[in-house]
C-alpha cells in the first residue's frame, strides 16, 4: 500500500508539473476517483505541505481555509468527479492556481457563494464550432449546421465538412479578368465560435472565438496571402515556390511551411505571435525580426516589436487543444477571455485584486464552474443576463 501511495503521490507531482502524459493522466483520474476518503486526505496533505513552498499565493490563514474548503469536497463517498478528482486538483502551487479539472456533469463547489443569488451561469455553456463564411461575391452561409460529409457549393467553389469536423475549402478555377470587382473570401467566427478550417492549398488553420481570416481572391496561385484578426493557429503547407503570408493590422508575417499562432485581438494589450516550428519573418513597419522555434514577437501600444524566449510555446495554443492557459494572468486578462468564449460582457466594481493566476481550466467548463474557480483569487462574481460584474473590494 505505501508502494502504492508514493507512486499516485509521484503521478500527482508530475500533472502538477507538466510532465504527464494523456494516458497517465486518464489513468490518474480513475485511481483518484477509487481512492478511500482517509487515503485521499492523506495523500493531499501531504502534497500541500511538501508543494506550497514559502512564496505562497495565499497568506497562511487563507492557505488553511483553501485547504479546509477541498477537504471538505471530498468527505462524501456519493461525491463524483467534482467533488473527488477536481478538488484534488484545486491545488495553490508555488503562488499560483495550479490545474483544476473540470467535467461538464459537476456538482456545485463551495465557491458557489462567491457568485450572486441571481445567478443564471447553469444556462451559459462554453463556446463550440460555430462560424459563418462569406464569399467573394459577398453571400454569407452558416456552416454551423452543416453536417459531416455535407458540402456547400457557392460561387464556383466548395465547402465540406470533414469527420473532424474542419471545414475544407476548394476553389474554383480563378478568373483574373474579375480580380478587381472581388473580395476577399473569409471566414469568421463569432464569440463563443470556433472552428478548424483547410486553405485551398492544404494549410490547416484554427481559428479562435470572435476571429476571421481572409485569403487573396487568386489563393494559392503565386503569393499565398492572408489577412488575420482575433486568434488563428497556423500549420502552412510547405510550398518553396510559394511563400506564405500573414497580413495582421500593420504587420506582416511571411513564412515558407511552419506551425505558429498569431493573437491580434483589439482589446488586447499587444499583438503577439509564437514560432511552434520552423522560422518565419516578422515585420512591422522597417522593423524585421527572424524568429526561431520557441520564440515570441510582440508588438505592443507603443509599437515596439519586441521577440524573446516563450516560457512555455505549447501555452500559446492551449485553447485549440481545449484548455484555457494562464501564465501569471491577471483577472482582467483572464476575463477578456471568459467573454469571448462564452460570448458575455463583463464589467469591474471595486478594487480588484491585483494577484496573478497561473493554471489550466479545460474550454468545456461551464461558465459557473469558470467562475467557481477564479473566485479563489479574491474576486465575487454577479451574473445577470450575459453580463458579468465582477465585484473586488469596496
Known amino acids: 500500500m505505501e508502494d502504492r501511495f508514493e507512486a499516485i503521490r509521484l503521478q500527482l507531482k508530475n500533472y502538477y ?116 463564411f462569406v464569399s467573394s461575391n459577398g453571400e454569407v452561409l452558416n456552416l454551423q449546421d452543416l453536417q459531416v460529409g455535407a458540402s456547400l457549393n457557392q460561387d464556383g467553389a466548395e465547402l465540406k465538412k470533414e469527420d473532424d469536423g474542419t471545414i475544407v475549402y476548394r476553389m474554383a478555377a480563378f478568373d483574373k479578368t474579375a480580380q478587381q470587382v472581388k473580395s476577399w473570401p473569409t471566414l469568421r467566427t463569432p464569440k463563443g465560435g470556433q472552428c478548424p478550417f483547410r486553405l485551398p492549398d492544404g494549410s490547416q488553420v484554427w481559428l479562435n472565438a470572435n476571429s476571421s481570416i481572409s485569403f487573396a481572391p487568386d489563393f494559392p496561385q503565386g503569393l499565398r ?85 516563450a516560457a512555455d510555446p505549447n501555452a500559446a495554443i492551449a485553447w485549440k487543444n481545449g484548455f484555457f492557459q494562464f501564465n501569471d494572468s491577471d483577472i482582467a486578462s483572464i476575463m477578456r477571455q471568459v467573454a469571448r468564449w462564452y460570448d458575455v460582457s463583463v464589467k469591474y466594481e471595486g478594487n480588484i485584486p491585483s494577484k496573478k493566476l497561473t493554471g489550466s481550466i479545460p474550454r468545456h467548463a461551464t461558465l459557473k464552474q469558470m467562475l467557481d474557480v477564479l473566485a479563489y483569487s479574491g474576486v465575487h462574481f454577479s451574473v445577470h443576463g450575459r453580463e458579468i460584474t465582477v465585484k473586488g473590494s469596496s
Open 225 to 309: 496571402q492572408v489577412k488575420v484578426k482575433g486568434e488563428v493557429y497556423f500549420e502552412v503547407a510547405k510550398d518553396a515556390h510559394a511563400p506564405f503570408e500573414v497580413l495582421v493590422a500593420e504587420t506582416r508575417i511571411q513564412v515558407l511551411g511552419t506551425r505558429f499562432n498569431v493573437s491580434a485581438y483589439a482589446d488586447d494589450a499587444a499583438l503577439v505571435t509564437t514560432l511552434l516550428d520552423g522560422i518565419i519573418k516578422v515585420q512591422h513597419q522597417t522593423d524585421e525580426r527572424l524568429l526561431k522555434p520557441g520564440q515570441q514577437a510582440s508588438l505592443s501600444a507603443s509599437r515596439e516589436l519586441v521577440v524573446q524566449n
Open 17 to 132: 508539473r507538466g510532465n504527464i502524459t494523456p494516458e497517465e493522466e486518464m489513468e490518474l483520474m480513475a485511481t483518484l476517483k477509487t481512492l478511500p476518503n482517509g487515503v485521499l486526505k492523506e495523500l493531499l496533505a501531504s502534497l500541500w505541505d511538501e508543494e506550497k513552498g514559502d512564496d505562497v499565493f495565499y497568506t497562511p490563514r487563507e492557505s488553511d481555509h483553501v485547504f479546509a474548503d477541498i477537504m471538505a469536497q471530498v468527505k462524501s463517498p456519493r461525491r463524483l468527479l467534482w467533488g473527488r478528482v477536481a478538488a484534488v486538483l484545486a491545488f495553490v502551487f508555488l503562488g499560483s492556481v495550479s490545474y483544476w479539472y473540470l467535467n461538464k456533469s459537476a456538482e456545485p463547489s463551495v465557491q458557489s457563494q462567491a457568485i450572486a443569488e441571481k445567478d443564471v451561469t447553469s444556462v451559459i455553456h462554453p463556446g463550440e464550432d460555430k462560424a459563418v
